[in-house]
């Protein structure tokens, strides 16, 4: 198994930067294909982005497609979601997820779950 901890939420105002940072526990963190998803109030959960086990592929949501850039680091066990020119409709609660077998945009399908960090981005 593995457990995750995000950090780096905040608030921001628009047109800002943050980055968010997963730390990973437990099991070979290499093992793990990592994604993003976020939640905004009253609405489902959504992907935001994604990345391979060895970090050579990358897959990201149409919404945030050349402003966000996922990325990982197998050595510190830490995925990274840097995320720029940030807008209000970004504003959520921001999970990262993992799973061995999966990867990609369904966030039924990743088994291991962070608790969350808050991103508000103000207008």
């Known amino acids: 198994q593995v457990q995750l901890v995000e950090s780096g939420g905040g608030l921001v105002q628009t047109g800002g930067s943050l980055r968010l940072s997963c730390a990973a526990s437990?099991?070979?963190?290499?093992?793990?294909?990592m994604g993003w998803f976020r939640q905004a109030p009253g609405k489902e959960r959504e992907f935001v982005a994604a990345i391979g086990w060895s970090g050579g592929s990358t897959y990201y949501a149409d919404s945030v497609k050349g402003r966000f850039t996922v990325s990982r680091d197998n050595t510190k066990n830490t995925l990274y979601l840097q995320m720029n020119s940030l807008k209000p409709e970004d504003t959520a609660v921001y999970y990262c997820?993992?799973?061995?077998?999966?990867?990609?945009?369904?966030?039924?399908?990743?088994?291991?779950w962070g608790q969350g960090t808050q991103v508000t981005v103000s207008s």
């Open positions: 997820a993992a799973d061995t077998k999966y990867y990609g945009s369904r966030p039924l399908e990743y088994g291991y």
């Open positions: 437990g099991r070979t963190f290499s093992a793990y294909a």
